[in-house]
């Protein structure tokens, strides 16, 4: 397996991590502690997930960690749209956000994909 820096899903869920630190900042002052910690918190885990996952040889155990970084992208969907309901994002920050979010998924199913087939 490819060293964690060098997959793609890897790199392309922190460009999702720092995108969203850097969009929550623009929140009101009376959601720092309330939605934007909940965006923060999931988003975490899920690259935790991704990393837990990369390191694990288990294949049963892997799947476990890629199954619950899938949870958790389908948390932050409905996150950025409850964001975007409340107008804390404008309609081009929900599409750029929802984008990076597709990305990753995209290429978490093709590796969940990748490991049933083992």
């Not at 690259?47 to 476990?64: D, G, S, V, Y």
């Not at 199954?67 to 948390?75: G, M």
């Not at 404008?90 to 929802?98: I, L, M, P, T, V």
Request: with cysteine; aromatic share 14%; proline share 1%.
């Amino acid at each position: 397996m490819n060293s964690l820096e060098e997959m793609k899903i890897y790199q392309n869920y922190v460009d999702l991590f720092y995108y969203t630190y850097k969009i929550t900042e623009k929140y009101p002052k009376y959601e720092k502690e309330g939605l934007v910690v909940d965006i923060k918190e999931v988003t975490k885990n899920g690259l935790e997930n991704i990393i837990n996952a990369q390191k694990e040889f288990n294949i049963n155990k892997r799947l476990t960690y890629l199954n619950h970084a899938d949870a958790e992208l389908k948390v932050i969907k409905v996150l950025i749209r409850i964001s975007y309901k409340f107008k804390y994002i404008s309609s081009r920050n929900y599409c750029a956000w929802s984008n990076k979010v597709l990305n990753v998924n995209n290429q978490l199913f093709g590796w969940i994909k990748t490991c049933l087939k083992q």
